[in-house]
């Protein structure tokens, strides 16, 4: 618990940046440091997802790699990479990334996401909110990047409407909950969230926080605030 360094309602910061640094400027962390959590549920059932996860990964990494693999290898991703892309402009299934934005935030948003797929692709709330949403893609994809709304004491993100465009202009509909991410094997690899509050998991279960709810449906890694 840390004091919050911004004029805000927050009177403290969850951080783990004091972890994360050999001197007292824990503003300026100089390695990263994660954390496997767990909720308030009686169950560890979270956790021990995240470990067997954890265990896959390494396993994945750890077989020793015959020496004529490790040199065609930056060719077989750069291929992997460019086909890809090529399904994506084409418009097929298979889509690497995702991403859903506030229509207020548009236009920043497509310049964070060109970085990881078209710009035509990003979903963005209002008018898409969780009723039109697809869900097989949010949980089909290797990396999401979402920048929507979060609250401290509730578990959903929302979109919010663009007052220079009239067909945008609903407040704040609810863009993703929890029980829109459903367990079927598939989870992105990473995701990105702008949500103010977006991994705050004190005191809070899978079904309070989306972010504990991608962990729970085998996600490796969520970057967010507390």
């Not at 360094?5 to 969850?14: F, L, Q, R, V, W």
């Not at 004529?68 to 750069?78: A, G, Y």
């Not at 460019?82 to 402009?89: C, E």
């Not at 705050?200 to 899978?206: D, L, Q």
């Amino acid at each position: 618990r840390l004091p919050n360094p911004t004029d805000d309602s927050d009177d403290e910061i969850y951080s783990d940046n004091p972890y994360s640094t050999l001197d007292s400027n824990y503003f300026v962390p100089e390695w990263i440091t994660g954390r496997l959590p767990g909720d308030t549920s009686p169950d560890a059932g979270i956790l021990l997802e995240q470990i067997r996860e954890a265990i896959k990964y390494h396993n994945k990494y750890s077989v020793l790699v015959p020496w004529w693999e490790r040199i065609i290898f930056p060719f077989d991703i750069l291929l992997s990479n460019l086909w890809g892309i090529i399904q994506s402009k084409a418009g097929k299934p298979g889509c690497n990334s995702i991403g859903y934005t506030a229509a207020i935030w548009r236009r920043s948003s497509i310049a964070v996401y060109r970085a990881l797929g078209e710009a035509s692709s990003l979903m963005v709330s209002p008018p898409i909110n969780f009723e039109k949403i697809d869900t097989q893609k949010v949980t089909g994809t290797n990396y999401g990047y979402y920048n929507l709304h979060g609250v401290q004491d509730g578990p959903n993100w929302y979109g919010q409407g663009d007052c220079s465009n009239e067909a945008s202009m609903q407040d704040y509909p609810v863009a993703l909950r929890p029980e829109d991410l459903r367990k079927n094997g598939r989870a992105p690899q990473a995701v990105f969230t702008e949500a103010c509050y977006g991994m705050n998991i004190i005191n809070k279960n899978v079904e309070d926080a989306i972010s504990l709810k991608f962990l729970s449906i085998g996600t490796n890694v969520i970057v967010g605030s507390t």
